[in-house]
């Protein structure tokens, strides 16, 4: 017998408002989930490279001919109007596009290499570029899965359950797409719902999906009333961001085009990332997959410097591989780190922010699941990363989010993060004076060197189990997943929702019921 509880998490049908708050048991405090205050890690150790210089520039080159003498289709008029009026190669009645080279270097480096993200909790801002990393929850899951519910079409409940997950752990900066996709809210008015739950249900920096021009307006309309900004001071202070896939090979559609022109007017975030997956839709090799990888992401930085010189742009990197015997993505493969550690080498070559991610491919919270994960991750920080998506409940390619997942992804950030935690060195650290008190052949478990400092001496786990086998035995052979099983549920319960103006509450409920009672965004079913 394990120690799990069965029982299905206590949820709010609805979000807490006007800053009131749900308190859970007393078995949820900071024995049973140890963390460190909100803080982002940096990276304190120099990025590897994978790469030569010269191998690098080969990379670039390459990308700069594409560029010139392939082009690539943009899916929008007013688009390609204004990559014409600024110099780009546009012929009548074509949507291909073609930039030389001298006009994509003007442009991205317009681009700010580092900036500040504002959250509805100042505390909570942050910093984008440079040694700063940010990680964020799952997004984009189209299912939701548990070991008792087991796989499930996303719905609004898990979307919400997610968000408290993502607002009570400190190692989580920032929620950049809905974690789960609620499928159970419809089309037309879901995003209206979900950005209001995110301002509403955290306090942390947030994401808009641009999924057509309507959808971008709501979203920046929502972020701007929940940060309490006039529309002058919103468009000079970055809030939300939104993520740009390009539909690789060499395509940007309408709604990703329509969403790029009005972050950009907005002065919000566009974080451009093809998914560039060798072998499918990029060349079988790694090298090719990151030449397309970066004609695309410079194609998509540069009409955002046309649109708003000096727009906040992330370098998207999410470059990988297919399986070759069934045609599926993998993730946390070799090639997957190659290719996370190169983007960060390109990313710093146009003095860019830099985005990767943390996933893997496995079905069910296991030793593949850990593996890919933390080889994933591993790439995406020695590679650099800026902003990590998907650090914690990515599952089955993203297919599902796991609520299990985040938690055992949750305790793999924190280690992370420790270890990225300068080293004391500090005179009291290095311990001469105790390391003379023992002497030779002595133990330093009763020292007062040690008995100062042994709470906090070391990382202390949320799921690994230090316990002796018999002990461990005694206490019903628990696994990982059963604990990360209880431990979610404990999560949730433990949440607290963040404080809110009642004015700005206010505000974003008429603002929401308008757009309802206007009918929402367009829909094409």
């Not at 898990?158 to 752990?169: E, G, N, T, V, W």
């Not at 431990?487 to 206010?506: R, T």
Request: hydrophobic letters at 40%; glycine letters at 8%; proline letters at 6%.
């Amino acid at each position: 017998m394990t120690a799990d509880i069965d029982a299905a998490p206590v949820s709010d049908t609805a979000p807490a408002r006007r800053g009131r708050r749900r308190r859970g048991g007393t078995s949820a405090g900071p024995e049973l989930f140890p963390q460190k205050p909100f803080r982002q890690p940096r990276h304190i150790y120099k990025p590897l490279e994978a790469v030569s210089a010269d191998q690098l520039e080969a990379i670039h080159d390459a990308s700069m001919q594409v560029l010139e003498e392939i082009g690539i289709d943009f899916l929008h008029e007013e688009a390609r109007g204004l990559l014409k009026a600024a110099g780009a190669d546009v012929k009548p009645g074509e949507d291909r596009v073609r930039m030389d080279r001298a006009m994509v270097t003007e442009l991205i480096a317009k681009a700010p290499a580092e900036f500040t993200m504002r959250a509805r909790n100042r505390a909570h801002d942050l910093h984008i570029g440079g040694d700063a990393i940010a990680f964020s929850c799952v997004a984009s899951a189209p299912n939701a899965v548990d070991r008792d519910r087991g796989r499930r079409p996303g719905n609004q409940q898990d979307f919400r359950d997610f968000l408290k997950l993502s607002q009570f752990f400190n190692i989580i900066h920032c929620v950049l797409g809905y974690p789960v996709e609620p499928v159970d809210l419809h089309a037309s008015i879901r995003h209206l719902d979900c950005v209001a739950d995110m301002a509403r249900m955290t306090d942390k920096v947030f994401h808009i999906y641009s999924l057509g021009r309507e959808r971008n307006l709501d979203g920046l309309e929502i972020t701007r009333i929940a940060n309490g900004l006039s529309r002058e001071e919103f468009i000079s202070t970055p809030c939300v961001a939104t993520v740009i896939n390009t539909s690789s090979p060499l395509r940007l559609d309408t709604p990703m085009l329509q969403g790029l022109i009005e972050m950009a007017r907005a002065g919000q975030v566009s974080i451009v990332t093809p998914f560039t997956l060798a072998g499918a839709m990029a060349p079988v090799t790694v090298a090719g997959a990151l030449t397309l990888q970066n004609a695309e992401a410079l194609a998509g930085i540069a009409f955002a410097q046309i649109v708003r010189p000096g727009a906040p742009v992330v370098y998207g990197g999410f470059t990988s591989n297919v399986d070759m015997k069934s045609g599926a993505p993998a993730f946390g493969t070799p090639e997957y780190m190659k290719a996370a550690i190169v983007g960060g080498q390109l990313a710093r070559r146009y003095k860019l922010p830099y985005r990767s991610s943390g996933v893997c491919a496995s079905n069910t919270v296991d030793y593949q699941a850990a593996l890919e994960t933390t080889l994933s991750q591993w790439g995406a920080v020695t590679g650099g990363g800026n902003i990590i998506k998907h650090a914690a409940g990515w599952l089955e390619g993203g297919l599902s989010a796991g609520f299990e997942k985040f938690i055992t992804d949750v305790d793999l950030l924190q280690m992370l993060a420790e270890y990225m935690t300068p080293l004391d060195v500090s005179e009291e650290a290095l311990a001469l004076d105790a390391i003379r008190d023992v002497g030779p052949a002595g133990h330093f478990f009763g020292t007062q060197h040690t008995q100062d400092r042994y709470k906090d001496a070391f990382y202390a786990p949320i799921v690994s189990d230090w316990r002796n086998h018999e002990t461990w035995v005694e206490a019903g052979s628990p696994t990982a997943y059963d604990k990360a099983n209880r431990l979610y549920k404990q999560a949730l319960e433990a949440y607290e929702a963040p404080l809110l103006d009642p004015a700005i509450d206010d505000e974003i409920t008429a603002f929401v019921e308008r757009r309802k009672e206007e009918g929402g965004a367009p829909t094409d079913f």
